[in-house]
């Protein structure tokens, strides 16, 4: 695993994160390689907004909204 968070901003993070997996090293090509990456944006004190994509290969893209509530 390699990541990188860096802060854009007060209230903006920006991330990204590469993940190699080899279950078998004997065996050739059977690896999967995952990324994911997408930013932080936190409006108000107790909000954390942070869309982002994760892809798997070069097959399967996903996006996606998280969002974090604290009071």
């Known amino acids: 695993s390699v990541s ?3 802060i854009a901003g007060n209230n903006l993070t920006i991330f ?3 993940d190699d997996k080899d279950p078998n090293i004997d065996t050739s090509n059977n690896e999967t390689e995952t990324l994911m990456a997408g930013f932080i944006w936190s409006p108000v004190q107790g909000l954390k907004i942070c ?4 892809k798997v290969d070069d097959s399967d893209e ?3 909204v998280n969002f974090e509530f604290k009071f």
Do not use: E, G, L
């Open 51 to 54: 869309p982002n994509i994760n």
């Open 4 to 6: 990188m968070n860096y």
């Open 16 to 18: 990204i994160r590469q």
């Open 62 to 64: 996903t996006y996606k």
